[in-house]
C-alpha cells in the first residue's frame, strides 16, 4: 500500500523559515510529477509547487523567491524549503504524487494526510 506521510509544519513567526517533508513508502514502482499544495481556512486548495521526475521545479507566483521545492528520487522524498514567511503563507500543506505502485500499471494521484503552517506572532 503506497502512502504518503508529511512533516515539519509549526508554528514560526513572519519572516521565519520552515522545511516541509513528504516521504512516500510503500511498494513503489515509479513516481511522476511531486506537488505541494496548500488550503486555507474557507479557501480553495490550491497548488504552491512542483517537481517533476526529469529534474524541473515550479513555484506559484505569490511565493517565488521564497519557497523551494527539491526532491530526492533515490529516498522517494520531496520537500519544500519556505523562507521569508507570511501571515498569508498560514494552511494546511498537503503533498500529493502520481505514483505507479508495483500491483498497478497505472499512475495514481496520492495524497498525503497534511501538515499545519501556521505563521503568527
Known amino acids: 500500500q503506497v502512502q504518503l506521510v508529511e512533516s515539519g509544519g509549526d508554528l514560526v513567526q513572519p519572516g521565519g523559515s520552515l522545511r516541509l517533508s513528504c516521504a512516500a513508502s510503500?511498494?513503489?514502482?515509479?513516481?511522476?510529477?511531486m506537488h505541494w499544495y496548500r488550503q486555507a481556512p474557507g479557501k480553495q486548495r490550491e497548488l504552491v509547487a512542483t517537481?517533476?521526475?526529469?529534474?524541473?521545479?515550479n513555484v506559484r507566483d505569490s511565493v517565488k523567491g521564497r519557497f523551494t521545492i527539491s526532491r530526492d528520487n533515490a529516498k522517494n522524498m520531496v520537500y519544500l524549503q519556505m523562507n521569508s514567511l507570511k501571515p498569508e503563507d498560514t494552511a494546511v500543506y498537503y503533498c500529493?504524487?502520481?505514483?505507479?505502485?508495483?500491483?498497478?500499471?497505472?499512475?495514481?494521484?496520492?495524497w498525503g494526510q497534511g501538515t499545519q503552517v501556521t505563521v503568527s506572532s
Open positions: 517537481a517533476t521526475s526529469g529534474g524541473s521545479a
Open positions: 500529493n504524487a502520481a505514483i505507479r505502485a508495483s500491483s498497478d500499471n497505472y499512475y495514481r494521484s496520492y
Open positions: 510503500g511498494s513503489i514502482f515509479s513516481i511522476n510529477g
